[in-house]
């Protein structure tokens, strides 16, 4: 059964930066495109980045140019760079495959606040 753990967030200063980590267990993770999502308190989870299985990106507009996603196949990881963060970056960030169904972990809370 594969199990995904996210880890990272906190509370951080608008212009701030946080470093998203997500560990996967189970051996399917290098085979399948990768996502990060938020969900903020009474709206819908949203899908933020996703990286592909050979490392190509995509971003929602909303995080075009301040987040930056990767991955490093080798120990079963993807990561979220934030940067420039803003107060509606504020939710709780999840990570899951794209295109496989898994169960969502607990997920990391991000605060942007002053």
């Known amino acids: 059964q594969v199990q995904l753990v996210e880890s990272g967030g906190g509370l951080v200063q608008p212009g701030g930066s946080l470093r998203l980590s997500c560990s996967s267990s189970?051996?399917?993770?290098?085979?399948?495109?990768m996502g990060w999502y938020r969900q903020a308190p009474g709206k819908e989870r949203e899908l933020v980045a996703t990286?592909?299985?050979?490392?190509?990106?995509n971003y929602a507009d909303s995080v075009k140019g301040r987040f930056t996603i990767s991955r490093d196949n080798a120990k079963n990881m993807v990561y979220l760079q934030m940067n420039s963060l803003k107060p509606e970056d504020s939710a709780v960030y999840y990570c899951?495959?794209?295109?496989?169904?898994?169960?969502w972990g607990q997920g990391t809370q991000v605060t942007v606040s002053s």
């Open positions: 990286i592909s299985e050979g490392g190509t990106t």
């Open positions: 899951n495959y794209i295109h496989v169904r898994i169960a």
């Open positions: 189970g051996s399917i993770f290098s085979f399948n495109a």
